[in-house]
């Protein structure tokens, strides 16, 4: 990540470590999560299988998403890493953003499988080990902890990272749902507490799934970022004393925490541009974050000035078609 991306994450004790510590160390606590967890999944299959437990076999299938998160995570590290060249201007920086969303995509399906497979049990249990169950999900709680905290030194400010974190917070409260239904099997022989668990693994792995499609769609469909509103943005630009008017606003998200905008802004025939662009771009920087700006900054023609009727302007002599609102600053209309 660049120098200018803001860590949102320093109460997690990580502070400094998005500025000072490199790529190379997210991927290394990134592995050892990911070895951590593809060890105790294949073991708690076989368990699954062999304990006839949906509960564990669903918290296997989470972990599974965990994995593929973290492998997502360091290719797309890698991938964002690299320097931008020939169409890629930006680099392969939305790379994370494609592993978010493919991440997201894969909870909210195999959320589905279980689902039915849990209903289906509720309707005809099966004979679950309890013990089993309880044990397992008790190691399981361990090694999420774990796999938890090596993540926690990586930088969450990335949107795949945090993909990755959330996936396993998610597999704890799964884990523990699975411990006390283990419980009550083995104390009280009721089947079903299997696959009512089972149907809250299921809850918490739509929920973090319909976050990251929906977060990662947001920022494809170059939609603002969710804190950000351009139209509050457009307003506080055309207050500045110079300023007339402000169109072809757009505020887009590059990669997670990059946030870029551009605009049209037309100042007083009096007003020197450049002052006025450098202001502009402190107010962003200061009071929205905003430090990837592009802004064409124009003397208002005079003809707007005596004629302002509608988005375009009567002669074409401006912008043919602005996108968006424009921003008009009213005490100078006629």
Known sequence: MTSAHHDHHGSDGHAGHSHGVSADADRRWLAIALTLITTFMAAEVVIGILAQSLALIS??????????????????????????????????????????????????????????????????????????????????????????????????????????????????????????????????????????????????????????????????????????DPDDIGDQLVAHPSVSEVHDLHVWTITSGQPALSAHILVEPVADCHTVRRDLEKILQSDHEITHTTLQVDHTPAEVLEVRTGAAYGDGSHCEAPHGPVHRDEPHAH
């Open 59 to 228: 918290d296997a299938a989470h972990m599974l998403t965990d994995a593929v998160s973290i492998v997502l995570a360091l290719i797309a590290m890698r991938l964002a890493a690299r320097p931008a060249r020939g169409g890629f201007t930006y680099g392969l920086k939305r790379a994370e953003i494609l592993s978010a969303q493919a991440n997201g995509l894969t909870l909210l399906l195999l959320g589905a499988w279980l689902a039915y497979e849990a209903v289906r049990r509720l309707i005809d249990p099966p004979e679950v080990e309890g013990g089993l169950v309880f044990g397992t999900a008790l190691a399981g709680i361990v090694v999420n902890i774990a796999a938890a905290w090596c993540i926690s030194k990586a930088n969450r400010s990335s949107l795949n990272v945090e993909g990755a974190y959330q996936h396993i917070l998610n597999d704890l409260f799964a884990f523990i749902g699975t411990a006390i239904a283990g419980l009550i099997v083995l104390l009280t022989g009721f089947a079903r507490a299997d696959a009512i668990a089972t149907l809250v693994v299921v809850a918490l792995m739509f929920k973090a799934g319909y976050g990251l499609v929906r977060e990662s769609g947001r920022i494809f469909l170059e939609a603002a970022p969710a804190h950000l």
